[in-house]
């Protein structure tokens, strides 16, 4: 069984442009959770989303940040008019349901803003 | 909100054992998890306490106390491969929606 797959893997946007990072799940999994990392630091949390719902959006900036999980495909998460800030890498991470011990980490998108 | 509060690096040599501490502040504890990360790598989950105790797998262990908001990882017999980035996260109940919460990482240097 193929894990969490996220693409690209590397992504350089100049200053006010879009990225959207995709997230497959690992299959079967119906949760999402995306966090981000900047380096020497942990994972913050951004936003949790089940099938078609954004479940916790709590961490996530509520400007030029948004997320998505639709019916079919990957989950997105885009940021608009990126800043020199945005230079992170963010992960992404599924599980079968929203209790249980453990969360599926992918290998994560690292965003450079240039 | 949850806190979580781990020391920043700890320094160990090959064959040794270390422990990694993890205090956490929440409304409504559900479990501790323990995750290694490789520089630039997933994290990858290790050992989970929900109840009291120690959890044993293989070289590592960890260790709850709920009553003081506590936990542990235990590493022994360490390798060089053991070097990485080590965090521990709590599950909150109180939401609703158990988003594990994170610490800043505790990074374990291992020398020859």
């Known amino acids: 069984n193929a894990g969490v797959m996220q693409n690209p893997r590397h992504l350089v946007r100049r200053r006010g442009q879009e990225a959207r990072l995709r997230c497959s799940p690992v299959k079967g999994h119906s949760h999402v959770y995306w966090y981000r990392q900047l380096p020497e630091e942990g994972l913050k949390f951004m936003v949790y989303?089940?099938?078609?719902?954004?479940?916790?959006e709590s961490g996530m900036p509520k400007e030029r940040f948004s997320a998505e999980f639709p019916k079919e495909g990957p989950s997105i998460l885009r940021i608009q008019q990126v800043v020199r800030g945005d230079s992170a890498a963010y992960f992404c991470a599924s599980s079968p349901k929203s209790t249980g011990n453990t969360i599926y980490f992918g290998e994560g998108s690292w965003l450079t803003v240039v | 909100g949850q806190s979580l509060e781990q020391p920043s690096e700890v320094t160990a040599v090959e064959g040794a054992i270390v422990q990694i501490n993890c205090t956490y502040q929440t409304s409504g504890f559900y479990g501790l998890s323990w995750y290694q990360q490789h520089d630039g790598g997933a994290p990858t989950f290790l050992s989970y306490n929900a109840l009291d105790g120690l959890e044993e797998t293989g070289r590592f262990s960890s260790f709850l106390s709920r009553s003081d908001s506590y936990g542990y990882l235990l590493l022994q017999e360490l390798q060089m491969k053991d070097s990485a980035s080590y965090f521990c996260?709590?599950?909150?109940?109180?939401?609703?929606?158990?988003?594990?919460?994170f610490g800043r990482g505790t990074s374990l240097i291992v020398h020859p």
């Open positions: 989303l089940q099938k078609e719902n954004i479940i916790d």
């Open positions: 996260a709590v599950r909150d109940a109180s939401g609703g929606s158990y988003i594990p919460t």
